[in-house]
Nanobody, 123 residues
Framework: QVQLVESGGGLVQAGGSLRLSCAASGTIYRFNVMAWYRQAPGKQRELVAGVTRGGRTNYADSTKGRFTISRDSGKNTVYLQMNSLKPEDTAVYYC?????????????????WGQGTQVTVSS
């Protein structure tokens, strides 16, 4: 059993910052890759950023230079620091986990998902 619990979403003005957290519990090997996805109304869910247990990261082009993903493997927690937020970053953000490294690049979809947390950026 895997449980992913997100926190840290909310309402912020454009140009502001938010930090999302995701605490994972369950079978540890399934957390080799942890990632953040987002889904805006009327759009498909998309990869925001991913990180492997070894520290390899990958970012969507739209978030490079603004977002930073990090993880504390000892606590099975992953973070997403979001700076210089834009209205187009408004979405539900989902934490995800999977043992396969192909997930970090978005080649494969994760098997485990959190419930999501809303991020709203006002203009």
């Amino acid at each position: 059993q895997v449980q992913l619990v997100e926190s840290g979403g909310g309402l912020v003005q454009a140009g502001g910052s938010l930090r999302l957290s995701c605490a994972a519990s369950g079978t540890i090997y399934r957390f080799n890759v942890m990632a953040w996805y987002r889904q805006a109304p009327g759009k498909q869910r998309e990869l925001v950023a991913g990180v492997t247990r070894g520290g390899r990261t990958n970012y969507a082009d739209s978030t490079k230079g603004r977002f930073t993903i990090s993880r504390d493997s000892g606590k099975n927690t992953v973070y997403l620091q979001m700076n210089s937020l834009k209205p187009e970053d408004t979405a539900v953000y989902y934490c995800a986990a999977d043992p396969r490294e192909s997930v970090v690049t978005g080649t494969s979809l994760p098997n485990y998902w959190g419930q999501g947390t809303q991020v709203t950026v006002s203009s």
